[in-house]
C-alpha cells in the first residue's frame, strides 16, 4: 500500500506527527527609510506577513528568522510581533504608540536583533542574521514563539524599532525570511 493510500490511523504516532506538521519559509520586505533613522526610531511600520498561520484565527510557531540586509549595515532592532496591524509611531521618529492601540495589536512576542551574535557577511553583497543559532543571545531565549492570526485572518504583522542610528541606501534593502511549523 502507497503512503497515500494509508488513513492516519496505519501510521504510527511519529510518522502521523510528520504528516500534519508542514515547514514554511516567508519572505517579507518591509518598507525602510533611504537615509537616516535614529536610535530608538520607528524603523519600519507594521507589515504584514502573509499566511502566517494555515487557517484564519489559528496559530502557528515562528522557529527561526534569519534577516539580509543588502546594504551590509547590519544594524541592531528589535521586532514586535502581533495579531492586528498596529504602527508604533511614525516611521523615522520616537516610538509613540498609546496603550489603548498596543493592547488593540495583540501583541505576540518581541525579539531583539543584535548582529554580533549571529552575523555572516559575504563580501560588499549582503550581511546574512540568522536567528536560530544557539549562542545565548536574546534571540534565541525568545524562539520558537507562538504566532497566532486574528479571528478570520491567516496573517501576522511586525514592525521594527532601530537599536542604534542607521543609515540605508534603499527602501528595500532589509529581507526578512519566517521560518515557520504549521
Known sequence: MATGDR??????????????????????TPVVVAGTTDNDDVMFASTEIPNAVLSPGGSSKLIGITIIDYDVEAHDMDLVFMQVSTD??????????????LRLANVLGGLIIDWSDGAITMGSVSSIYTGTRSTGNALNTHLPMILQAEAGSTSVYFAGIAREAMDYFAIDNLDFIFHIEY
Open 7 to 28: 488513513g492516519l490511523s496505519e501510521f504510527t504516532v511519529k510518522e502521523a506527527t510528520n504528516l500534519i506538521s508542514q515547514r514554511k519559509v516567508i519572505r517579507v
Open 88 to 101: 508604533l509611531g511614525t516611521i523615522n521618529n520616537p516610538v509613540t504608540v498609546s496603550d489603548a492601540n
